[in-house]
């Protein structure tokens, strides 16, 4: 069997599916005020709140498919020695799974960034890397797609669905609010 020990094998998973799930009760500064202004299944948590559910979703996916990898291996030792060390077996090994690993670290940091830069800038920062992590490399197609895409956003969520989007807190709430006047959203 690989040299590395069942748990090394399950914490990347772990983690994550316990990220996400403990970053899920941080979407948002105040649930109580959340809660007061959703309107009925949507409010300004519904979308980081479903986010992360999918991130530990899939984490958990992940792990329960390593946790048979493991079993496989040790029910089965002669071909499994075989699986696991061909380097296509191995989930970190590919740069598409490392894509994947980092898409998932976006979606985590961008789910607790809303509270702290407001949903304007962190959906920008978000983009931004999502195109650059998506092989884009071309600055105007990175800014076109990221400013566009968000302002998209914005009026669709706070201008069509009323929706209270975080704003961000300190001068990034200055800002969101500066913004969202200058677009002509409120």
């Known amino acids: 069997m690989n040299s590395k020990v069942w748990w090394q094998q399950l914490a990347a998973p772990f ?27 949507v409010g300004p948590a519904t979308w980081p709140t479903i986010m992360m559910g999918i991130v ?16 496989r291996a040790n029910a089965y030792p002669s071909k499994a020695v075989a699986l696991i ?16 690993g980092l898409g998932i670290v976006l979606i985590l ?5 809303l509270a702290v830069m407001g949903f304007a ?10 195109c650059f992590l998506g092989g884009i ?10 400013l566009l895409g968000t302002v998209v956003l914005l009026y669709l969520f706070v201008k069509l669905a009323s929706m209270p989007l975080d704003r961000g807190q300190g001068v990034m709430g200055e800002f969101s609010i500066a913004l969202y006047r200058l677009l002509g959203i409120y």
Do not use: C, H, N
């Open 56 to 71: 530990a979703a899939f984490s958990f996916i992940w792990m329960l498919q390593r946790a048979l990898s493991i079993v």
């Open 85 to 100: 060390d061909a380097p296509s077996d191995d989930a970190l090994a590919t740069p598409f799974s490392i894509l994947i």
């Open 121 to 130: 800038t962190s959906t920008l920062l978000y983009l931004v890397a999502w």
């Open 15 to 41: 983690l994550f599916v316990v990220g996400a799930i403990a970053l899920r009760s941080r979407v948002v500064e105040s649930p109580e005020m959340a809660t007061q202004v959703t309107r009925g299944l």
């Open 137 to 146: 490399r071309k600055p105007l197609q990175i800014g076109l797609i990221s």
């Open 109 to 113: 940091a961008y789910g607790y960034l």
